[in-house]
């Protein structure tokens, strides 16, 4: 066995069966921007790709039907999307000398930082396949990035929305909740926004925004969700990306920038309708540890004990016209 290389254990399956559960636990609040996908696992054994297929709608005919005559058979069409699987891992080394003479558990300290960074990892992986869609709104309708002098106004959410229903776009109408694992639950229509924290002042300051624990019922809010305006639902994550001093001039409209008087940062929130990316990963194998005890490998003195955390899936935008990445500035 290659030495180092955390890719087995003599763990008892109950004690490795409780890191994982940690692992899982401790990569969950990082997990934002793939909760709104399609979620297609592959089974082990099935390929190293998933093929997202989508059929295409035929086209209105408005003729009629002639006396008697039977209309020609048509077919429909579909489209395949192929994403491949690929992993990302990340170990840890404890020596002897740790175990021995740290209080602390520390092997679980060690799969504790692994479930952060993994998390943390997955997550940005996603944001950044959804930031590549070309459909993009900049607050205040403007042509460019360098002309982007505002913060998220009503007159923005309205246009977005009339864009993404004018490409029939669908609400989400149901969704996972970290607490119960895969099965759906139903919620109010309306689409998904993913923006950064510093854009939650600017939030609550439109008309009509409606904060989570003003909700009919609060309890229905998924995690990090901070509100709603209209149609939109809105969570926030310091993981929203953020292109610093690239906007129009931040001084006299009070925006946050960077760079004292030069331009200011960018803010690109996700708006999310109903299909428009797909997330799979192998079944088993989305996020799992790997712990190697002291003795195991090139380990002859019992030395050293090596934990592992490895993600296998992947990502794809399936329909561009479903999502749109709002560029804005936010208030200082």
């Given at each position: 066995m290659a030495a180092g290389i955390a890719t087995t254990t003599t763990l008892p399956p109950a004690t490795l069966a409780f890191y994982d559960r940690n692992l899982i636990k401790r990569a969950t609040p990082y997990l934002t921007h793939n909760k709104f996908g399609q979620k297609r696992p592959i089974p082990k054994g099935g390929g190293t790709q998933i093929k997202f297929r989508k059929y295409n709608a035929i086209a209105v005919n408005k003729t009629p039907l002639g006396e008697g005559i039977?209309?020609?058979i048509e077919s429909i069409t579909k489209t395949d999307l192929i994403a491949q699987l690929q992993q990302w891992g990340r170990r840890l080394g404890i020596t002897d000398m740790v175990e021995f003479t740290n209080p602390d558990p520390v092997i679980t300290e060690n799969v504790?930082?692994?479930?952060e960074v993994m998390g943390e990892t997955i997550d940005e992986i996603v944001r950044d396949v959804i930031l590549g869609c070309p459909s993009i709104y900049r607050a205040g309708n403007v042509a460019g990035r360098i002309n982007i002098i505002t913060a998220p106004a009503t007159t923005d959410f309205t246009r977005i929305e009339r864009s993404l229903k004018g490409a029939n776009a669908k609400?989400?109408?149901?969704?996972?909740?970290?607490?119960t694992g895969f099965n759906t639950s139903p919620i109010a229509p309306a689409f998904w926004a993913i923006c950064h924290t510093d854009t939650i002042m600017d939030l609550r300051a439109l008309s009509g925004f409606i904060q989570v624990q003003n909700y009919p019922n609060p309890a229905d809010a998924v995690e990090n969700e901070v509100g709603s305006w209209g149609n939109f639902r809105f969570i926030a994550t310091t993981k929203s990306k953020i292109l610093p001093d690239l906007g129009g001039t931040a001084v006299t409209n009070a925006l946050k920038y960077t760079?004292?008087?030069?331009a200011c940062d960018i803010y690109q929130t996700i708006i999310l309708a109903k299909d428009a990316y797909?997330?799979?990963d192998?079944?088993?194998e989305g996020l799992r540890t790997f712990?190697?005890?002291?003795?195991?490998g090139d380990d002859d003195l019992e030395q050293r004990t090596r934990v592992g955390a490895k993600a296998t899936f992947t990502c794809r935008m399936l329909t561009d016209a479903f999502c749109t990445i709002f560029e804005h500035g936010v208030k200082a």
């Open positions: 039977t209309p020609p504790d930082i692994l479930g609400y989400f109408t149901e969704i996972i909740r970290a607490q760079t004292a008087n030069t797909g997330y799979s192998l079944a088993g712990i190697k005890k002291k003795g195991e």
